[in-house]
């Protein structure tokens, strides 16, 4: 319709344009609510994962009026993990990001006068120096000038001294012996190329300013794998460490606890253990000292607290009784105990109360991944939920329920997750494993479904229930996850993680085994689309089980999988080291057939699944020598086999762009050959 003239023209016009906007609007409307139901439609993703916000360093402040915390995010443009120190202000629930003009900003502790954190940052004169930082104005001063930097550190109570670690400086060599680079290779890895040098532990008054060394030059508390913690006593006149008999990484299993007395400076050890102490802490009372020993001292046991009198001498085992895992201790102002340990399907807190143990109100989360509290029994933790990741909560007690305090991944409750649930099986010499199974998000029981196997490495580790960007991911997929928890593992008690011991592949691969074969029972599993993958020793178990099981897998992935007893024993940072599995030298008597029988090398020649190998080139923890072998069989039998290196150091890439490499080509590997999602309902096929 055409108008003509003047009001008549003005009231067509805002007829005209009041429909032009109400269209806009409506049409705003329906595209908003199409966006809202694609997002809560979108499955997790590996991009996904990139979005994640990692936290760490959680401490609560000790009259528990503030906490301090670290984020990490991955930013793939420059392929760098990004951290920033966070200050919470616990009653006003405010947040803001301190510290951020240090370099080489880490190792966060509350300082002894509890208004100030403390932390190691880069000083002056380019080394790592200890500094103090009052978050709330922002300012800062540096404690130490050291000229060969800080490492581990540890205040006294009363703030006036401070302990620290520092590494022996490499002596300079004169004349023609500045060209002379041989050293003795010791228990080491082969890829160390030059003789590791001991680490002392330095005492540092901070009103004097001076610095002492209260160990030896040719004693170390550092291998090249494990570094000693450090502990005072409460009244700072004595001070805990672990001492090691070389700084070589293959005697890391070696360390004993030691006592410093800084009044008469005599040296003392703790116990007369000979070796497998770890953690000192001292105990509120000041007479006795908390360490991590394993159970009767055999390796291949859990590793239990044990608490020694330094009068005395007596050593008692005081989590023994519980037969879990626990990682954590914390003591209350009423003598009551606070521990972190494995209950089965996850990480929980249990309070040791005149005898009795109790599990804390924990709400909805079904893990604790870290945890900080107070002597009243305040508290701040990471934990997750099933289908949420990492976020802090605040407990204002033993019996209070955890409250939210971040949301930094809230993201992903706008994708759909697969449900997760743990799972049990008998298994042969009387034990029963379990796992975790993810389902796919739009799982129907009436559909048959692919089954992928993400086995854990370790082995003394667990999968445990909480939100996990890798199963989810990999669940989007259409696939049924199952992570099998094999004897080895640390969540069902010292029966089941010692009964790995002079049997790393046969026992755990039958535990892992039975659990595939239960699973295939269920009318919705694919007993023909079956793919197993993990990294280390899930690398391994992956290598043993497509070699001892062969005609079971569609699809395989090994990551830095060790395939040789040998080379376990010989090449890497572990080297002789007694542990879970390997009790005994593989070149003693006729072990070495023994050796052999019980690494996957002994059935590559049967492997029948296409298997995507990958592996660090720089890797001292699993030497890339078995992804070479495990390569060369496959290649040769006329297996398909692709092989990965990633150039440079470490057991895992730590940078965000290799990290999401892995993955991809994990999870596309397992889609080319077993496919994705439910291809028939149950009655159809």
């Known amino acids: 319709m055409l108008y003509i003239g003047g009001m008549q023209d003005m009231k067509g016009s805002i007829l005209f344009n009041l429909k032009k906007v109400m269209r ?27 979005r994640l916000t990692g936290i760490s360093s959680l401490q609560i402040a000790p009259d528990g009026k503030a906490a301090f915390y670290m984020t990490s995010r991955k930013n793939m443009q420059i392929n760098r993990t990004e951290r920033e120190l966070i200050f919470l202000d616990l009653e006003t629930k405010e947040q803001k990001v301190i510290g951020a003009t240090f370099r080489g900003l880490g190792s966060p502790v509350w300082a002894p006068d509890g208004s100030s ?121 004595l001070l805990a460490f672990t001492r090691y008999p070389s700084a070589y990484s293959g005697d890391s299993d070696m360390g004993r606890n030691y006592v410093y007395n800084l009044v ?67 003591w209350l102002d009423d003598g009551s105990v606070l521990m972190r340990g494995i209950d089965d399907f996850g990480n929980v807190i249990y309070h040791l109360k005149e005898g009795k143990l109790s599990k804390l109100n924990m709400g909805d989360l079904v893990t604790v991944s870290s945890w900080s509290g107070t002597t009243n029994g305040a508290m701040v933790l990471t934990g997750l939920k099933k289908d949420h990741p990492v976020e802090i909560y605040y407990k204002s007690g033993p019996e209070a329920v955890p409250v939210p305090l971040t949301e930094y991944n809230a ?126 020793y899930g690398g391994w178990m992956t290598s043993w089980l497509i070699g001892r099981y062969p005609e079971v897998w569609s699809a395989a992935v090994a990551g830095a999988a060790p395939v040789d007893v040998t080379d376990m024993y010989s090449l890497n940072d572990l080297n002789k080291m007694k542990r879970h599995s390997m009790s005994e030298s593989p070149y003693v008597g006729d072990n070495v057939r023994w050796a052999f029988e019980n690494s996957p090398i002994s059935n590559f020649a049967k492997i029948k699944a296409p298997t995507l190998i990958m592996s660090k080139t720089g890797d001292r923890r699993v030497t890339i020598t078995g992804s070479y072998k495990l390569h060369g069989a496959l290649r040769d039998n ?48």
């Open 264 to 330: 008469t400076g005599q040296l003392k050890q703790a116990t007369n253990h000979k070796g497998r102490e770890s953690s000192p802490v001292f105990h509120p009372d000041g007479k006795s000292l908390m360490f991590k020993y394993p159970r009767e001292g055999f390796p291949s046991n859990m590793n239990d607290w044990h608490r020694a009198e330094l009068n005395s001498g007596k050593v008692t085992n005081m989590s023994g009784e519980y037969d879990r895992t626990v990682s954590d201790i914390h």
């Open 117 to 237: 954190i403390s932390l190691l940052a880069t000083g002056t004169n380019g080394k790592r120096q200890v500094f103090l930082l009052r978050p709330k104005s922002g300012s800062s001063l540096a404690i130490t000038d050291n000229e060969n930097g800080i490492g581990r550190y540890a205040w006294a109570a009363n703030g006036t001294k401070l302990a620290f670690l520092q590494r022996e400086k490499r002596p300079a060599k004169v004349g023609s012996q500045k060209f002379n680079d041989s050293f003795e290779a010791g228990n080491n890895d082969y890829l160390v190329d030059e003789a590791p040098m001991n680490t002392s532990v330095w005492l540092y008054d901070v009103q004097t300013k001076e610095y002492t060394r209260i160990t030896p030059q040719d004693v170390t508390v550092a291998t090249g794998l494990s570094t000693s913690g450090l502990s005072w006593s409460p009244d700072g006149r």
């Open 24 to 50: 806009y609007y409506f049409l705003a409307i329906t595209l908003c609510v199409t966006i809202s139901v694609q997002g809560q439609n979108q499955k997790f993703s590996l991009e996904d994962m990139n």
């Open 411 to 536: 993201f992903v409750k706008d994708r759909k997750l697969g449900q997760q649930e743990g799972f049990s099986w008998q298994s042969k010499d009387d034990l029963t494993p379990n796992g975790i199974i993810t389902y796919p998000p739009d799982f129907d029981p009436e559909k048959k479904y692919p089954l992928v196997l993400q086995v854990h490495g370790g082995p003394s580790s667990a999968s445990l229930l909480g939100f996990s960007p890798i199963p989810q991911a990999m669940a989007a997929k259409g696939w049924i996850v199952f992570q099998p928890n094999y004897r080895g593992s640390t969540n069902l008690g010292n029966k089941f993680q010692s009964a790995i011991s002079k049997d790393p592949s046969e026992g755990p691969g039958h535990d892992v085994i039975t659990g595939v074969n239960a699973l295939k029972e269920k009318p919705y599993v694919d007993a023909d689309k079956v793919a197993v993958s993990g990294w280390s």
């Open 638 to 685: 006329g297996i398909p086999v692709q092989f990965i290196a990633y150039p440079g150091g470490g057991h895992f890439p730590r940078d965000p762009v290799r990290t999401f490499d892995v993955y991809d080509r994990w999870i596309n590997w397992i889609e080319k050959y077993i496919g994705s999602g439910p291809e028939a309902t149950i009655d159809s096929k």
